[in-house]
């Protein structure tokens, strides 16, 4: 896909605006540190960027025709948000105003995305909208540099954490040290966001009241961010009356500004008397001094602007009254920059810092060579010296050299007789090594060949216990088959056993009523026998007839007799009964 090279120039400003705080948002989805971020995570991002500008068409598109890889660093992203999404802003936003506007809210959606990784410290002091206001002051003044071929970094430099300390501190009412601050600040060359918040936390705000120190974080942001040049108490003379009524104005590049406009109604009425409470600055305008005069209000001047239409004021005292034509002028001077104010005076101060240090190493290397030309000719003469003592040691040294090395000719000669020796022993050691080797080898390989027999012979076990394991198993299963066949058979044996002999009770219960029946039959029989033998006997007496004692012993022997048939017949029915109780028993166990 081919980008676009022709761009407005107010929107590569804010390409150059955001840099910084978007390398914090691509470095907090960079969580692997290798520099790229996969185009599906910076689709996202970008379709957010796109939504704050109000672009018309999907931008996020784009990204995956950009380049033929799915991983992005953060100068081809950066190149590519340039091109394809700031290029796309609307021309009706391209104002310094609505520059500001988007840096505002495109810097507050990076420190959304990346905050995770700066809010957190050990001890912190700062409170996370203070954070943020310092955030947004280190991404204007930071700079960014290359670590490696892939990794970038945004740092300060000590110049410009000078510059922010010293506001803060002054801010705060303290008093600004700066040979402390050069002590503090020599081991550091160039400060990260952690280490630049930790440098303020540790050194600057201990035992600092958290009301004081958010006061003094909105100064030094509305100093860096807001570009807020001047602010103040200052007199202005009404346009049709002279009447001089004091108000609180502000200077910024681009225009003369009544904040409390917004907050006090009362401010209408008096924007009425005064004129408007948001004066534009341009290149045009010009600031004056106005003499003191007696009998006039003192420390004058007047702001010019491009209708010609004149701006009376009166600073409170002389001090304040050349802060103000200061600040005056420098906004008129800016008003036209693209970049913010205090961006182009930290360019401006890098690049006098940079001066600085070129004359600084250039006067360190005509020192240096000074001091070395110098350095090598005390050293020349030295090493003459020394040669000249050289040759004379060496000279010495040679002729006991070549003594010691005549005795070491005859070291050496001995020493070959000996090593000729050793070497014999060792050939012979290498052959005797070598068929211990080899015996060594074939018990190995027997050894090898044994262990594949007993491994056969353990696998051969192994199957054998399984098989043996699967057959008790299967004895195992019948037993228990048998023994529940045997539970239920001796089961059914006790029911019938009980039925049994409930049927013997029941037997025998009937076998005694039959008893009892007969026994009674033959009693009655027996009775009726007698009645039947015994002859009636008449008598002419009215009174009954006794019966005479003597018929009691026939009547005795017959019953006898009746008894013992009796007796007879039980026991012959007995003994049937227990034949076939015996038979019964018999068919019972037979089943």
């Known amino acids: ?55 018309d068409r999907r931008v996020e598109n784009c990204i995956a025709e950009y380049l033929s890889s799915q991983h992005l660093t953060f100068e081809q992203y950066l190149y590519f948000l340039t091109h394809e999404v700031l290029s796309e802003v609307d021309d009706g936003s391209t104002s310094y105003v609505g520059l500001k506007e988007h840096h505002d809210s ?98 600057y705000i201990q035992d600092t009241e958290l009301t004081a120190l958010e006061s003094a974080v909105d100064d030094v942001y509305d100093h860096f961010v807001q570009q807020v040049l001047k602010r103040g108490k200052v007199y202005q003379r009404a346009w049709w009356t002279p009447l001089w009524v004091k108000r609180e104005l502000e200077v910024r590049p681009w225009a003369l500004i009544a904040p409390c406009y917004k907050l006090n109604p009362k401010s209408a009425a008096i924007s009425v008397v005064l004129g408007p409470t948001h004066v534009p600055l341009t290149p045009a305008a010009t600031v004056h001094n106005i003499p003191d005069e007696p009998g006039a209000r003192q420390c004058r001047f007047t702001l010019c602007l491009e209708s010609n239409k004149l701006v009376q004021l009166a600073a409170t005292d002389h001090r304040s009254k050349s802060e103000w034509l200061r600040a005056l002028d420098a906004a008129i001077h800016h008003s036209q920059e693209a970049l913010p104010y205090h961006a182009i005076q930290s360019a401006t101060r890098k690049l006098e810092h940079a001066e600085e240090e070129a004359r600084e190493t250039a006067e360190r290397i005509r020192r240096d060579s000074q001091a070395d030309i110098i350095e090598n000719t005390q050293a020349e003469l030295m090493a003459e010296k020394m040669a000249r003592a050289e040759a004379e040691a060496a000279a010495r040294e040679e ?71 699967k057959k008790r198993q299967e004895f195992e299963r019948q037993q228990e088959e048998k023994d529940s066949q045997l539970r239920e058979a001796e089961k059914m044996l006790r029911k019938l056993e009980s039925e049994r002999l409930r049927l013997d009770r029941d037997l025998r219960s009937a076998r005694e009523k039959i008893v009892m029946s007969e026994r009674g039959k033959e009693l009655l029989e027996a009775r009726m026998k007698v009645k039947e033998r015994t002859p009636p006997v008449r008598t002419y007496s009215l009174r009954p007839v006794r019966k005479e004692r003597g018929n009691i012993p026939k009547r005795s022997s017959s019953f006898n007799t009746q008894a013992a048939r009796l007796f007879k017949f039980r026991t012959k029915n007995e003994e049937n009964n227990e034949n076939g109780s015996e038979n019964s028993n018999g068919t019972v166990e037979s089943n």
């Open 106 to 203: 495109l810097d507050h959606t990076f420190w959304l995305l990346g905050r995770h990784n700066l809010l957190q410290r050990h001890y912190p002091v700062f409170s996370e909208d203070a954070l943020f206001k310092l955030f947004r002051i280190f991404c204007l003044l930071g700079d960014r540099s290359s670590e490696r071929k892939e990794l970038s970094q945004v740092s300060l430099n000590v110049g410009e954490v000078r510059e922010v300390t010293r506001n803060l501190v002054t801010s705060l009412g303290r008093e600004w040290d700066m040979r402390d601050f050069n002590q503090l600040a020599t081991v550091i060359s160039h400060f990260t966001f952690p280490v630049f918040i930790t440098f303020l936390e540790g050194r």
């Open 399 to 469: 002729a006991a050299a070549r003594q010691a090395e005549e005795k070491r000719v005859l070291e050496l000669q001995t020493l070959r007789l000996q090593l000729e020796t050793l070497l014999e022993e060792e050939t012979q050691a290498k052959r005797d090594e070598e068929i211990v080797r080899n015996l060594q080898a074939r018990v190995l390989r027997e050894e090898w060949e044994r262990r594949e027999e007993l491994e056969q012979l353990q696998e051969e076990q192994r199957k054998m216990l399984a098989e043996e394991t």
């Open 1 to 55: 896909m081919r980008l676009t090279c022709s761009r407005p120039p107010v929107m590569a400003t804010l390409g150059q605006l955001v840099a910084n705080s978007l390398w914090f948002a691509f470095d907090a989805l960079d969580q692997q540190k290798t520099g790229v971020v996969p185009k599906s995570q910076l689709k996202v991002l970008t379709q957010n960027v796109g939504v704050l500008l109000k672009v």
